[in-house]
């Protein structure tokens, strides 16, 4: 495993954990829980990096075939 999706892993579980952590508690502290959302969606985004878009393929492969005309 790369250690950029080790790192990538570890930001999104501790941040969830650190989110759900703070939303437990009775008196929820606003400032653990943006910290936590923050490192969540660091990992998600750096994450999100790396997939490659559906979009990038310049020529489509299809199935229809077109006929040339003479």
């Known amino acids: 495993m790369n250690i950029s999706r080790t790192i990538n892993f570890i930001c999104i579980v501790v941040g969830g954990l650190v989110a759900l952590y703070a ?9 653990l829980l943006t910290a936590g959302i923050v490192l969540l ?5 750096r994450t999100s990096r790396n997939i490659p878009s559906k979009f990038d393929k310049q020529e489509e492969e299809t ?8």
């Not at 199935?63 to 003479?70: K, M, N, S, V």
């Open 41 to 45: 969606m660091f990992g998600i985004y």
């Open 23 to 31: 939303q437990a508690q009775e008196q929820q502290n606003t400032y």
């Open 63 to 70: 199935f229809i075939q077109t006929e040339d005309e003479d």
